[in-house]
């Protein structure tokens, strides 16, 4: 056996001994409910601080000013950082996660906030997306680390980071877009959560937008007196709903990426049943593909709405912007991160590790934009639909967890070494 194949081999060796103990880590980390909205995430931040202060590791803490958080439309915000450094040089290595969740809705026949295990899975909110990752790194940090000590001080050079933010489903701009924006941290390459089968080179844009619709509030015994805010909202639907179909049309050469889409999510308007309509309020997201330019995209949406609100007389329109994410391409300085997770991905899981786009949107685009080479792997399964993640009974195969930590912490030492 080689020598790098003897340290893979105490690495897989130190997670199997340890697995107990992170599926332990993951089930507090669920139990502390971090739904956004609401947005008061800042409890969880200090939770983790103090289960990451158990190893040994200080936390820097980073509370974004209350101001810019409650702007942002949520109550606290807390980032971490935390950096074991290896040696006298080397690469800075990030491995960033988030925290933050939608709400848990109705359906669950498991408690959303249980952390409660069965027939080999954990279930919980966020137990896929993306608490399971602050699991995966930070024991897949603990292995490096135990493995480093035993060898030659030249032997591992560099340092980990490990990001763990929370506003990823407001798009991320408080979480890793302000540490960047802070100096607070510039590595040199990025792992960011993700599923275990697939390393994610590529994703989607987003477009995000909020319309508003005013007519006039009228007495519904005589309806001709007013104008019917949510007849306008309507007419603007359908002429959405119709660009939609023209987007199955235009089709993307990313693998895992098909075509753009739009959807909308909310509809709020409205008084009473007996009152017409004064003002409905529409929020939309367009996602884009990577081929296409955020700009023009936005400016054709605005041009849709504008044209069919024309045809509904009385009605006046505001457009706003809520959120516009760029999507992601592959940097040069990708290709040590892809090739070793790969090799390790094949080797632990007995399957190729393909690289793959997808159409979510994700804060690696923040690292992106600032040249950092990133891509995406963590713990969990082939497809979102499959981890229920935004849905009911949201979970994590254990074995994916557990296999996933040894690629990370075997990929850490080859991009260390």
Not at 156 to 185: A, I, R
Not at 282 to 310: G, H, S, T
Not at 323 to 345: D, F, I, M, N, Y
């Amino acid at each position: 056996m080689s020598a790098r194949a003897e340290h893979y081999t105490r690495l897989d060796q130190w997670i199997d001994a340890h697995f107990e103990e992170e599926v332990r880590f993951l089930q507090a980390l669920v139990q502390v409910p971090t739904d956004t909205p609401p947005g008061n995430n800042a409890p969880h931040a200090e939770r983790t601080a103090a289960l990451l202060n158990e190893f040994g590791w200080q936390a820097e803490a980073y509370g974004v000013p209350e101001h810019e958080v409650q702007a942002y439309g949520l109550q606290s915000l807390t980032n971490l950082i935390v950096r074991r450094r290896f040696g006298d040089g080397g690469r800075v290595i990030a491995l960033n996660a988030h925290g933050d969740v939608v709400p848990p809705g109705e359906g669950w026949t498991h408690a959303p906030y249980g952390g409660e295990v069965a027939d080999g899975k954990l279930y919980g909110r966020a137990s896929a997306v993306s608490k399971s990752d602050f699991a995966t790194y930070s024991f897949a940090l603990r292995a490096l680390e135990a493995v480093a000590a035993q060898l030659p001080p030249t032997t591992v050079n560099g340092t980990v980071e490990l990001h763990f933010t929370y506003d990823e489903e407001f798009g991320g701009e408080l979480g890793p877009g302000w540490l960047l924006k802070q100096k607070l941290t510039q590595p040199d390459l990025l792992i960011a959560a993700g599923f275990s089968y697939e390393v994610v080179t590529a994703h989607n844009g987003c477009l995000q937008m909020e319309v508003t619709v005013h007519g006039q509030m009228a007495h519904a015994a005589i309806p001709h007196t007013g104008i019917d805010a949510l007849q306008g909202a309507v007419t603007i639907l359908n002429a959405l709903y119709a660009q939609n179909k023209v987007y199955h049309g235009i089709t993307s050469g990313v693998p895992g990426i098909q075509h753009p889409y739009l959807n909308v999510g909310r509809i709020e308007g409205g008084t009473n049943t007996n009152v017409v309509p004064g003002k409905v309020t529409l929020k939309l997201d367009r996602r884009m593909i990577p081929e296409e330019d955020p700009v023009a995209v936005e400016a054709d949406i605005r041009r849709v709405i504008n044209e069919a609100a024309a045809t509904f007389p009385g009605i006046r329109v505001d457009i706003k912007r809520l959120l516009l994410a760029h999507s992601l391409r592959p940097l040069p300085g990708t290709e040590p991160l892809v090739q070793a997770l790969q090799k390790h991905g094949e080797a632990i899981f007995g399957e190729p590790i393909p690289t793959s786009g997808t159409p979510l949107y994700t804060d690696v685009r923040l690292y992106c934009a600032q040249g950092i080479p990133a891509v995406i792997y963590g713990a969990g399964p082939r497809t979102v639909f499959e981890s229920n993640a935004k849905r009911a009974d949201e979970h994590l195969v254990l074995q994916d967890l557990h296999r996933a930590t040894k690629v990370v912490a075997r990929t850490l030492l080859d991009l260390l070494s």
